[in-house]
């Protein structure tokens, strides 16, 4: 009795960092990291926060070297990269978590890369084209690039990665059929035994082409395509065969700097360098990923039993106990999505917006943000990353200011009444909101208290109920919600088409306004970067206006790593994962 | 006896049947599936979701769901885990053994120690050992247990460095044989030690209890009036009597042999199934879920058996009908 | 076993004579038990505590200040403030009432049903008992996570309100613990029933009800107080996991499972003792108490003890 109801106890306790960072990366293309040196440049653009004083942020350095662990010293040939346990997923093409995702970054490559300000770079691709029409993608392998098998990467090996993402009976998270590749469909759907669209025009070179083209599909085409060795993974494929390919998830091969030498379930993964590596062989000698858990991740590093972990939570206890053990460098980022309320625009009361402002400026948001993150995290107005160029110029936008006369002016105008009870009514209905929150999830903790006491003083009754996690999100995908507090992981693109477009695949709110439609669907189509920005400020300055969702921060990332390595490349739109041969052991 | 063990084994027919349904019920009510998760994904399409969701049968009726999936197990095919894109046998296989070997070791220390301390609290009973053990024992009961967890890794990895800091085996071992075993149990020292402690306490309060009631029996009493000595009067006339209840508790912990320890596993960072399974719960592994959950039924309904077997053997008075 | 057959003959009396009932003097004993005493003092102390004790504080319900975020006790916030800044002993007492209801509550559904069925079981055999008993192996066996998390949902589209879920709550733990109750109190009641003073009760031609209630159950008591101490221990924790489960109380409304179960990390367990000392301390002796009270209550009712 008492093993079974203690256990359960605690799962959903222990669980709660897990089911935070799944709701906040869950994307495949998420980014974490952001740039030191913006960072210092964001910085002075902040305020002083209203509830406390603001946080350092940005690189920590370690500000004693000597204390780093003897233990960790002795590994003279090794680094001990602490993660949170992989699920042993290693193949882009199939993985779920981010977790998975630095070993598969380890080993496998992509076939273009992307820069610290979004921009696309070459991965194993050296250079790309695009026809004059824009719908042909042409794409030129480095001569250089091998697989550790010593074979050349080749067209034959992208084209195969096309295949199998469009394959029948592919069932992983890349949703290549966004690319709309002509014929794309037919291989999927029909008969075809090979994608029209897709030629070998030589062996380094490979051409697509597509139906139609917008500004994402070139990062659909290359940035999301890891390129894997058709020699290896392609034996018997034939259309709607993927066994062969499933039964290597284990067993994974390609050109990255680290081969995989074994997988133990729940403790580790242990690589090897790639030797024979194509753009020169990495500086470590083996490379472990350990699995840590949030409990004893600071711990870990203090024992020198890991290097570096890129699980931890950024707030003050944390940050201050990494501080003290002296030699431990930290690198702040802040987090490529951000957090905030969904109000449900199906229903009357949230359809006027002056009600949806209201509850904008009658929440003390500050507070909020404050009280869950001490500080690690920035008040936002508008729902884009402060790091992407899509992020529209401030001094147009309004701020919501915690303002609670304001709110009840706007709520007054429009029509809800305060009556006797301290309640505000329209057509006889008391003004009452249903908040749905997922549990357990530290920002409603401070939320709720606060919002109830916030919304009371407007005349608003706020009634919290609290959901696991996957129950909230299955009452918004059906529509049932009214209010709920969620986070949200940004891709590379700035787009939001997905999220505030009438037709938007994640947009379960159903906000819509058609100024804004329009707008999206130009800034999709528009291929030049300024002006895309120009569009896209246009959208951001009437989302500012209409509170599709109320906006709540944006929170830090932290890479944390003992002084005794050097040459993290940390970049806001690329896991450390992807530059393991830069690292040294000093 | 060998009736009642057929009958039993017949009767389970329509408690696995059942459990099947009930376990098959309770997932799919369970609001979300594995792919509820990715829709937050911003490549993700409704359309998209819909065609991963036909590729796992997801869209059949549920009668259809239900039958496809006992249909497999039937033959020894428990289906193929979402979460690590591996058949669930070998998902259980790898990390159920882990759990076990934590387990077994437990439950071995835990009615050694609980029988002589709950036994020794009965004969003494309002003593002061007796209330020390009694306060000791509700201690462990009011504080969650990963408090006790965090106070040895504190001690005993972080500060004295005795013991390592969780995982099972040290960081890039390669060690084999007699070495790695050695390995492996200063791994496992402390959750032992934790688990052992907090599940003491309920086994202490039955031996306790039981004893207490058998030491003021009747047939007790004579023996001690026929000047038998105290030592073999307690061991040999009261703690047998004493245990007979304990056989049913005893069989209750069986199928947790196997079920892994949620807590104790994630703070030291043991790879056990308990973990892996509390994954997938959160994230709907829905096929590794229903054939493990499967899988304790079994277990379960094994052990009270056993329990109904033993207990007819250990107590004559019994008459299994 | 005999004393079985006295036990029996002392209650058959009970009804008859009331001057100096078994009852009474089972009440008596209990009084001269000083630890059951003790007991009974420091459980209504915890009731007091957390039922009126909140009136006598000078500090706002659920307040937040973020500027006072864990402080450690000093004059104005005697126990310190948690980490929105509230006062962490007025949150202990108001957790009381969550707490010691849900505790007490459940706590008496699984004596109720574990015991009942049990004895049922037990009693009938044959089919009755192998309806009962596999049914509590499917219960048993299977995970109670996602039961809950399907209820929670369930509850939710009924707009059942949150604030009213606490009382459900209690019948839910109660209604996933009773099965390893059942089965202790099933074998017991299968070797009591084979025992003398049974078949003196067939002798007397009494009804099933009757020997079950009357005779079996009451000789089963022992075990039902252990498991009933346990219950309450684990129904006090258990409550938290099924507030995040939207079962339970809603933020802010405290209960201590919650209040422990937060300070679940390194940093907060080392250097922040106050959030979870008292909290955990009030279990603890919501615990102790009701089992020395159970204890003292067994031995008042053993007419062979004379203490």
Known sequence: MKKRSISLFICSLLTGALLL????????????????????QGQSQQEQNQAGEKKELGFIKATDPSKVPESAKKRTDTMVLGITDPQGIFNFWFYNTIYDRYVIEAVTERLLSVAKDASVIPGLA?????????????????????????????????????????????????????????????????????????????????????????????????????????????????KGNLAHVKSLHQKPMGSGPYILKEFIPGQEVRLVANE????????????????????????????????????????????????????????????????????????????????????????????????????????????????????????????????????????????????????????????????????????????????????????????????????????????????????????????????FHTNGGSNKDSYSNPKVDELLEAGLKEFDQAKRKAIYQEAYEIINDEIPVVFMYQRYNLNAYSSRLSGFVISPYKYFSESLNEIQIN | MKQLLIRRLIQSIPTLIGASILVFLVFTLAPGDFLTQMSADANMTQERIDEIRALHGLDQPLYKQYLTWIGNLLTGNFGESVLHRQPVTSVIHIFMWNSFLIAIIVLVL????????????????????????????????????????????????VDYQIFPLGGMRSTGSTLSGWADFWDVMKHLALPVIVLTMLNIGSVTRYFRTNMLEVIRQD??????????????????????????????????????????????????????????????????????LMGFTMLLVVLTIVANILADLMYGVADPRVRNR | MSQNLANVQVKVRTKKVKSDSPWRSAFRRLFKNKMAVAGVVVLAFMFLFSFIGPYFSSHLDAKITVRNANLPPNETHWLGTDKLGRDVLLRTMEAGRVSLLVGVVAASIIVLIGGTLGAIAGYYGRFVDSV??????????????????ALGAILSDLKFPPDKRIYLVMFIVGMIAWMSLSRLVRSQVLSLKEQEFMLANEVLGLRDRRKIF???????????????????????????????????????????????????????????????VPPGICILLTVVSINFIGDGLRDAFDPKQKR
């Open chain 1, 276 to 499: 024979n590596y194509w753009k020169g062989a990495p500086k470590v000698k083996n490379l472990i990923f350990k699995s840590t858990t949030d409990e004893t991740q600071i711990q870990s590093l203090k024992t020198g039993a890991t290097d570096f972990d890129a699980s931890i939570t950024v707030n003050a206890d944390n940050v201050e106990a990494l501080k003290e053990l002296g030699f431990v460098n930290l690198d702040m980022l802040l987090n490529n999505g951000y957090g905030y309320i969904a109000i449900n625009h199906k229903l009357p009361k949230f359809q006027d917006k002056r009600v949806r402002q209201a509850l904008m400026y009658g929440l003390n948001r500050e507070e909020v943000v404050y009280a869950y993150s001490q500080g690690y995290a920035e008040v936002i107005d508008v729902p884009q990353s402060k790091l992407s160029w899509g992020y529209p110029d401030e001094s147009k936008l309004t701020k919501y200011t915690y303002d609670p006369e304001k709110a009840k002016q706007l709520l007054e105008e429009a029509g809800w009444k305060l009556e006797g009870d301290g309640y505000r009514y329209k057509d006889g209905k008391r003004f009452t909101i249903q908040f749905s929150a997922s549990t357990p999830n530290e920002v409603n903790d401070a939320l709720i208290p606060i919002a109830v006491e916030n919304y009371k003083e407007l005349g608003i009754e706020f009634i919290a109920e609290q959901l696991e996690f996957n129950a909230v999100i299955d009452k918004r995908d059906k529509g049932e919600h009214e209010m709920a507090f969620l986070a949200m992981g940004l891709s590379t693109d700035p787009d939001p088409y997905g999220l």
């Open chain 3, 132 to 149: 009962i008993m596999r049914f509590a192996d499917i219960l048993y066996a299977i995970p109670t996570l996602p039961i809950l998390v």
């Open chain 2, 110 to 157: 835990q009615w050694m120690i609980a029988s002589i301390v709950g036994i020794l609290a009965a004969l003494r009973q309002y003593s002061i050992y007796d209330s020390a053990v009694t306060l000791l024992v509700f201690m462990a009961m009011s504080f969650p247990s990963f408090f006790l967890g965090l106070l040895m890794l504190k001690f005993f990895a």
């Open chain 3, 214 to 276: 009357r005779h079996l159950l009451p000789n089963t008591v022992p075990i039902i107080i252990v498991a009933a101490t346990l219950g309450v221990a684990n129904s006090i924790l258990l409550e938290s996991t099924l507030s995040f489960l939207g079962l339970g109380v809603v933020p802010p409304t405290p209960s201590w499972g919650q209040m422990i179960s937060a300070a679940n990390n390194m940093i907060d367990f080392q250097n922040r003792p106050w959030l979870w």
């Open chain 1, 126 to 238: 050296e250079k790309w084209e695009v026809s004059e029409d824009g719908l042909t993608y042409s794409f030129y392998i480095d001569k250089r690039a091998k697989f550790s098998d010593g074979k050349p990467v080749t067209a034959e090996d992208v084209s195969f990665a096309y295949h199998v993402l469009l394959d029948p009976k592919y069932d992983g998270r890349t949703n290549l059929s966004k690319a709309k590749i002509k014929g794309g469909e037919a291989y999927k759907n029909g008969n075809a035994s090979s994608i029209e669209g897709v030629k070998i025009i030589d062996p380094q070179t490979i051409q697509v082409q597509v139906e139609e083209a917008n500004a994402t599909t070139l990062l659909l085409l290359g940035a999301e395509i890891f390129v894997l060795p058709k020699h290896y993974y392609g034996q018997n494929y034939a």
């Open chain 1, 21 to 40: 960072s799944a709701c906040t990366q869950p994307a495949a293309q998420q980014t974490e990291q952001s740039q030191q040196e913006q960072n210092q």
């Open chain 2, 219 to 288: 047939y007790v009493r004579t023996a001690r009036a026929k000047g038998l000595k105290e030592r073999v009067v307690i061991f040999k006339h009261a703690l047998r009597n004493a245990l007979l209840p304990l056989i049913t508790l005893f069989a209750l912990e069986i199928p947790g042999l196997f079920s892994g320890a949620i807590i104790t596993e994630r703070i030291f960072n043991w790879p056990g199934i308990g973990r892996v399974v509390l994954d997938g719960i959160f994230q709907r592994d829905y096929p590794l």
